[in-house]
């Protein structure tokens, strides 16, 4: 019979790592990770909680969020971008366990068939998303915005994300004094020998006004 799956696999290239999350039409999530170049280690399955009559919608908003996290960790390099696609292999079902729960064993041939057929092109996660719900039936009640960082980013600031991940410091170049540092604890702004550290609202605000400057200046500055 086979099944039909939505997943993508990130690397760390710093930490020499990869990771791999797949959701398949039954709502079950399966993950792996590991060194680059060497076969990945499957992780425990993560069912969908029982009784759940939108099990794919949840475990979907579950894998938005995946992807989010592992990019800020470093999984920044789309070594297979997210893609919708139809496997030959039959997905185990669930089994009972004590106390009336449901679990999913592992299952490594999934994710390898996965990978095995996953389109190298490029993809984003909510194209992917939605073919997967045309594939198997589903239409999404409502259109879920995209988390922060899920539709791609430019060099910059995946060079950036990686220099975080990392522990260093981002910083301004020196310029009269004024400048600003960006770590992962915090924004600060300084002038000389003053600063003074913005509230994650603050940052946002400033984002958006920088954002809205440079669009209105230009590429090269107007």
């Known amino acids: 019979m086979g099944t039909t799956v939505v997943g993508f696999r990130l690397g760390w290239d710093a930490k020499g790592r990869q990771a791999t999350v797949v959701l398949t039409q039954a709502g079950v999530l399966h993950h792996s990770t590991g060194l680059l170049g060497m076969a990945p280690r499957p992780a ?3 069912a969908p909680t029982a009784p759940d009559p939108h099990p794919v919608p949840r475990q979907a908003a579950t894998l938005r969020k ?13 070594l297979i971008p997210p893609a919708c696609v139809r496997l030959d292999v039959d997905e185990h079902p669930l089994h009972a366990r004590p106390f ?15 990978t095995g057929v996953a389109p190298a092109g490029p993809g984003s996660l909510e194209d992917a998303l939605a073919a997967f719900y045309t594939a198997i039936g589903l239409t999404p009640r409502r259109k879920v915005p995209v988390p922060p960082g899920a539709g791609g980013a430019s060099p910059a600031v995946r060079a950036a994300q990686r220099a975080l991940s990392e522990g260093r410091t981002l910083a301004s170049r020196p310029r009269r004094g004024a400048g600003w540092t960006v770590t992962t604890g915090g924004v600060r702004l300084h ?4 600063g003074a550290d913005l509230s994650h609202r603050e940052v946002a605000d400033l984002q958006a006004a920088l954002t809205a400057w440079l669009r209105h200046r230009g590429p090269r500055g107007g």
């Not at 002038?191 to 003053?194: R, S």
């Open 44 to 46: 425990r399955p993560h």
């Open 66 to 78: 995946l992807y989010v996290d592992l990019v800020d960790r470093g999984y920044s390099r789309e």
């Open 100 to 114: 009336g729960d449901r679990a999913p064993r592992a299952h490594p041939e999934l994710i390898d068939d996965f």
């Open 191 to 194: 002038a000389g020998p003053v």
